[in-house]
């Protein structure tokens, strides 16, 4: 089943200053706090997520990014942390004054209502943590 988590947050920081950190789609590792490393090659972007057994879950995406819409998006095409598959992710941010709006969204496919709801309290922790740690980078840039 299709099921879909939409998040907003806000960060007291110039929209610019937080796309900088967004837009490449590398080293997001320094605010997301479940990645360990990521690299970007062309359009596939390489995520390292540890395991509980000490291993490394790898994630291939392919990504979109528009400067001007200040949009990212991007397609898991190989996962094994959460239950769920066809992953597509959007970040969107908008300028709100001296501050950034930042919108963050997943669908994905799940087997059932109670595996999404598992993955959903999962997904909002770890959108709002990134956040934070997003405005933390941000902020010491001003």
């Known amino acids: 089943m299709k099921r879909g988590?939409?998040?907003?947050h806000h960060i007291k920081a110039p929209i610019t200053t937080v796309w900088d950190f967004i837009k490449t789609g590398a080293q997001w590792e320094q605010?997301?706090?479940?990645?360990?490393?990521?690299?970007v090659n062309g359009n596939k972007r390489t995520c390292e997520i540890p395991?509980?057994?000490?291993?490394?879950?790898?994630?291939?995406?392919l990504f979109l990014v528009s400067d001007i819409e200040k949009t990212f998006v991007y397609q898991?095409?190989?996962?094994a942390s959460f239950p769920a598959?066809?992953?597509?992710?959007y970040i969107r941010l908008e300028e709100k004054g001296a501050d950034t709006a930042l919108?963050?969204?997943v669908e994905m496919n799940v087997a059932s209502e109670e595996?999404?709801?598992?993955?959903?309290?999962?997904?909002?922790?770890i959108y709002s943590e990134s956040t934070s740690?997003?405005?933390?980078l941000a902020t010491a840039l001003i």
């Open 51 to 61: 395991t509980p057994d000490g291993g490394k879950d790898v994630m291939e995406e």
């Open 76 to 79: 898991v095409h190989k996962q």
């Open 103 to 105: 919108f963050w969204s």
């Open 115 to 125: 595996v999404f709801n598992q993955l959903k309290g999962q997904i909002e922790h």
């Open 5 to 8: 988590i939409q998040t907003q």
């Open 133 to 136: 740690n997003l405005e933390q």
């Open 85 to 89: 598959e066809d992953i597509v992710g």
């Open 31 to 39: 605010w997301l706090p479940i990645l360990s490393g990521s690299q």
